[in-house]
């Protein structure tokens, strides 16, 4: 079915991919596969996340926070401010790695410069120099009973939430993959694998949020029994 039938939209869903820094490319191509009928855009100006042509939803990719954290370090940059209201208001974000370090309310040792959006503390470099970079099969309930092929790249692992967040997935080490509303994290990399579960999630977060806008006459809404079922579960 079509994204119009599903949200009632004149137009195709626009999922942006922030294009400053990271492997950004990847996710376009990962977003593609899940799902042909989306549009996706590189952004890297405020008039894509709130002029006419506006986004509807983010991906924030792996890369290096640190490089980052010094655009946003002024507080005064007209794009990091367009996203982090638009968050605020509901448009879905997704951070992978990097990107989950970037929406943190907290990051251990560290003042570097983040949007803060979700209630999490992350530890940035958590599995050290002996596993900069590893593979496991990951359980996560809500991609179905297959384990997803999860890939750390000198990754973070999100050491505490708050309670409006859902754990979604956790390691011996501690928590990988988590939601927050319209807001979803994973430390581990889904856009280098083939598996194009964890980015069909989010498109499903996406419609869910446009139709939960009132883009869907109530006649035409479907019954979501995927992303957009999920209720919070603390989690401490
Ligand atoms: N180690 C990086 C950082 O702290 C994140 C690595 C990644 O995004 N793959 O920013």
Do not use: W
């Amino acid at each position: 079915m079509s994204d119009k039938k599903l949200t009632g939209l004149q137009r195709k869903i626009r999922v942006g991919v922030l294009a400053l820094q990271g492997d950004f490319a990847e996710h376009m191509n990962a977003l593609q596969r899940a799902d042909s009928e989306i549009e996706t855009s590189a952004v890297r100006y405020a008039e894509q996340i709130s002029g006419e042509l506006a986004i509807d939803a983010l991906v924030i990719p792996g890369g290096e926070s640190t490089a980052i954290a010094r655009l946003v370090d002024d507080g005064n940059d007209p794009l990091f401010a367009a996203i982090k209201s638009r968050a605020q208001s509901g448009m879905p974000v997704y951070g992978t790695c990097m990107g989950s370090i970037f929406l943190a309310r907290e990051i251990e040792g560290s003042k570097q410069g983040r949007l803060a959006l979700m209630d999490i503390a992350v530890k940035r470099n958590a599995f050290g120099a002996q596993r900069r970079s590893f593979e496991i099969d990951l359980p996560v309930a809500e991609l179905g009973a297959e384990a997803f092929p999860a890939v750390f790249i000198r990754a973070p692992i999100i050491t505490s939430c708050g309670p409006a967040v859902t754990v979604m997935a956790t390691i011996a080490e501690g928590i990988v993959m988590a939601r927050q509303d319209n807001l979803l994290i994973s430390a581990f990399h889904p856009e280098i694998v083939d598996d194009s579960r964890v980015h069909a999630y989010f498109i499903d977060m996406v419609r869910s949020a446009l139709t939960a806008a009132g883009s869907v006459r109530s006649s035409e809404a479907l019954p979501f029994t995927g992303a957009g079922a999920l209720s919070p579960a603390p989690y401490h």
